[in-house]
């Protein structure tokens, strides 16, 4: 390809000629094996303006540049709307230099799209509202780090009267002619505006600043009422946003929502709220059919007792009433007291089940308003409204709602490990995936009792900053560790596939000491408890691996010696292991099958197909 196609194609057309279409190599191909070797040429850093160019075919579904931003060029985005207006995902991630005129003049030849990253590209409120108008198919939008687009954009996903909010309607234009201004009226007419785009995936972190400081959370209010699909949002004041919603403080937004030129936050609850109950009305009406056929009488009316309550109470909410009404009063004296008034009746139920972005003093609004979350990102830091509060208790109080069925959470701490300990304790049990950041560890961290609370882990991610400094606190030696190591005290993970502990360092700190004994506890457990494991980043430890990996390394070959040909009968440690990277770690070891076992070679990052690469040539001394 690179030697004929390629060649030709840059020596005879590249930058002589603008073609719509390409007669190539590739015009005959499937589009999924296009994709495949575009993925493939992508991440061996082989891909090529002209070989994109050749690539760019009529039945290419998906096209991800994330691995080679700087081919995302005016001229190639050209190439794309001409070529690839039938593609369903497209991910331009860290195009920098694409000006968002021509993104909006790109998305806008590409009304198929399903999928669109933009993240940290100068994406505006001009871009999004061109995905509102020419993109209805779209599910998953990521706009995560584009700093040109402030929270209040984002309400243009909305559609109807929130694509003509006075901030950016005089400035923003797309190829086709806008749909007229709203007006104040909500009585304007529905087709005079876009629909809301059908999201159910928006990810929206570190992008631009609002212009007062509860803008992220107002924007994330009016898109958590208006976007019922939504199932997974990264953005900031997503927490606070549940906690306004919950409380039913909507005058907070009145500023914002003047400013903005929308609707105020509370007729679109009102909306939302509706519609929830006329849907769940609908289910219930179902129920009642379904068991009329069984005597179901009795419930079929109190059904229509419920509906002819349920459309008084609606017209109430919209009214902005907040009092019950009399029809409410008579449906709770015929359903004799089992009927509820507004300030007792069924909280707003979103559809959330993976959030990013959370602060986690705000965990108890968001676990009423979203029972189903199964993955959550929490940022655990102090702040003015947890200053005197213990945060390990607030954090476990607030992630009691998801126990059980929490599947992957991310924790953002800069204190110590022990902090987050009740938490783990609560969610552990059903966790497969685990991620702690920026955390500190002392010499007696507790990471043996987390595994312990997380049986299920298939992925476990810890990013520590360097130990904290005992002075008074001796250092084991690592050859007295090996005698005390007893394998009926560690917990296994026997469906652990990939393990990151990584520290933070830099060539000006000086290593400290940890406690040996209980780092080399918790690698023993990881690296000899996980038999599926695949993947392993040991980044900067502030141990030496030595005398962990030789122990594997015997027991190995013990079991090789004793069990002979039925040894893969038995799980041993690092046995699939494809990927090991020890950048900056104290060990020695070989590379290379070829070497001799004396030959030792520090080793950063290797890649292998077996433990045998990993430890062949692992020798007693210091490290590398």
């Not at 602060?359 to 830091?381: K, Q, R, W």
Request: aromatic share 6%.
């Amino acid at each position: 390809m690179k030697e004929v196609w390629v060649k030709d194609y840059a020596d005879k057309y590249l930058d002589r000629y603008s073609f719509r279409h390409i007669m190539g190599p590739f015009n005959l191909l499937p589009g999924d094996l296009v994709e495949e070797l575009t993925c493939l040429l992508s991440k061996r850093k082989q891909l090529s303006r002209a070989a994109l160019h050749l690539l760019l075919v009529p039945q290419l579904h998906n096209l991800s540049l994330e691995r080679c931003p700087g081919l995302v060029t005016s001229a190639m985005c050209t190439h794309i709307a001409a070529r690839c207006q039938g593609l369903w995902s497209l991910d331009l991630s860290g195009a920098q230099q694409l000006p968002s005129k021509v993104l909006s003049a790109t998305l806008c030849c590409l009304p198929e799209l399903r999928s669109l990253s933009l993240a940290g590209t100068p994406c505006d409120r001009c871009v999004i509202r061109t995905i509102t108008h020419h993109c209805p198919l779209l599910r998953h939008l990521d706009v995560s780090r584009c700093h040109f687009l402030s929270p209040a954009s984002l309400l243009v996903l909305v559609g109807g009267p929130f694509c003509s909010s006075s901030s950016g309607s005089s400035f923003c234009s797309t190829s086709t002619s806008q749909p007229p201004v709203a007006s104040s009226s909500s009585s304007s007419s529905s087709f005079s505006f876009p629909s809301p785009v059908p999201l159910t995936s928006l990810l929206a972190l570190d992008i631009g600043f609002g212009e007062q400081e509860k803008d992220p959370a107002a924007a994330a209010a009016y898109l958590l009422l208006s976007l019922p699909g939504l199932k997974t949002l990264a953005m900031e004041g997503l927490a606070q946003a549940c906690r306004l919603i919950e409380h039913r403080e909507f005058s907070q937004t009145d500023e914002f929502s003047i400013r903005e030129g929308v609707p105020k936050l509370m007729e679109v609850w009102s909306e939302r709220r509706h519609r929830q109950d006329k849907d769940r009305w609908m289910e219930k009406r179902e129920g009642a059919a379904a068991a009329a056929a069984a005597g179901g009488d009795e419930e079929q009316e109190e059904e229509e007792m419920l509906w002819e309550g349920y459309c008084d109470d609606s017209d109430e909410d919209v009214s902005g009433d907040e009092g019950p009404s009399c029809s409410r009063s008579k449906v709770e004296e015929k359903r004799k007291g089992r009927v509820s008034s507004q300030s007792g009746d069924e909280q707003l139920i979103l559809q959330l089940k993976d959030v990013k972005g959370v602060t986690y003093e705000f965990l108890d609004s968001l676990g009423h308003l979203c029972p189903h979350i199964c993955s959550i990102a929490v940022d655990v830091n102090d702040n003015k409204y947890t200053a005197a509060r213990n945060q390990g208790s607030v954090l476990a109080a607030g992630l009691q709602t998801w126990s059980g069925q929490l599947q992957s959470l991310s924790l953002l701490h800069a204190g110590l490990l022990d902090d987050l300990s009740p938490a783990l304790q609560v969610t552990g049990s059903s966790l497969v995936s685990l991620t702690l950041q920026g955390m500190r560890t002392r010499p007696q961290c507790p990471l043996l009792e987390i595994i312990k609370a997380c049986p299920r882990l298939r992925e476990l991610l810890i990013f520590a900053e360097r130990p904290l400094e005992f002075p008074g606190f001796p250092a084991i030696p690592e050859e007295d560790v090996v005698a005390e190591w007893d394998d009926r005290d560690l917990p296994q993970l026997p469906n652990l596939c990939s393990l990151t502990i990584n520290f933070s360092h830099s060539d000006s700190q000086k290593r400290p000491p940890m406690s040996w004994l209980s780092l080399g506890k918790v690698l023993r457990c990881l690296l000899r408890g996980s038999p599926l494991l695949e993947r392993v980043s040991l980044v900067a430890l502030p141990c030496p691996l030595n005398y962990i990996l030789q122990h594997l390394l015997h027991i190995r070959m013990y079991n090789l010696h004793r069990f002979g040909g039925i040894a893969d009968l038995y799980p041993m440690a690092l046995r699939r292991v494809k990927h090991i990277d020890l950048t900056r770690t104290d060990v020695k070891m070989t590379t290379d099958r070829e070497k001799p076992t004396g030959v030792t070679a520090p080793a950063s990052s290797c890649l292998c197909s077996g433990p045998q690469e990993i430890m062949g040539g692992i020798k007693q001394g210091g490290g590398g």
